[in-house]
């Protein structure tokens, strides 16, 4: 069964700090996709980034950056240079590609505030 | 940009009535999904449509609820006797073919009163 877990709850920093968000998966199948969605406080969901079970390639988006470890099962999410408009709900995703529905197993979140 | 529009934003019923939420995925998607999200709390996956059926519900989406695409546009989730526990953000999501992340939309707010 999939399984998505984010332990951090709450993360408080300070503006101009790094974060990292952590998440950890479970999956039996071989192929994959995780995902990354941002929650405002206006309430929709924003994705931001989709990583297949196979490109195990770091990723990089001006201030965004992903850390993908399959030996680790985990995709972690690191924010550079953190700013007050970063304050949101980060929720991890899995789909599983066997030929399902590739539904969304989300995580429970974390909620981030970047003080100024 | 092309997004997926939901409509109702908010929407107020008494317990026992019948809602229906509607949604207008991206054009040329081919998935369609609902899910939801009591507050607080995480994002919970309720139905996904492909083909024009049903392709996996979870155990939430029990006999009260029904999804429908009428036409070649909408995508309608209905709650057929409302009760307090459906109280939630519902929200809708599409996405265009394998793999591909999904598209969600801003989400409507049900509240039962």
């Known amino acids: 069964a999939q399984k998505v877990t984010q332990a951090q709850t709450e993360i408080s920093v300070v503006e101009k700090e790094d974060v990292t968000l952590d998440c950890v998966y479970e999956?039996?199948?071989?192929?994959?996709?995780l995902f990354w969605y941002k929650q405002p406080p206006s309430g929709e969901l924003v994705f931001l980034i989709r990583?297949?079970?196979?490109?195990?390639q770091n990723e990089i988006s001006g201030r965004y950056s992903w850390n993908f470890q399959k030996s680790t099962s985990s995709f972690n999410f690191t924010i550079t240079a953190s700013q007050v408009v970063d304050s949101a709900v980060y929720f991890c995703a899995l789909s599983e590609a066997g030929g399902g529905s590739e539904k969304l197993v989300f995580g429970k979140g974390t909620k981030l505030t970047v003080n100024p | 940009e092309p997004e997926v529009t939901q409509t109702p934003s908010h929407q107020v019923t008494q317990m026992g009535q019948e809602v229906i939420l509607r949604c207008v995925p991206i054009?040329?998607?081919?998935?369609f999904y609902w899910y939801r999200q009591i507050l607080g709390q995480k994002v919970e996956f309720l139905v996904s449509f492909y083909n024009n059926e049903i392709s996996e519900k979870s155990e939430i989406f029990d006999d009260q609820f029904s999804v429908e695409r009428p036409d070649g546009s909408n995508f309608t989730l209905k709650i057929r006797s409302t009760k307090l526990e459906d109280s939630a953000m519902y929200f809708c999501a599409s996405r265009k073919g394998v793999g591909q992340p999904q598209h969600f939309g801003d989400g409507t707010r049900l509240s039962i009163l």
């Open positions: 990583r297949n079970s196979f490109d195990e």
């Open positions: 999956t039996r199948d071989t192929t994959y996709y």
């Open positions: 054009s040329n998607h081919l998935y």
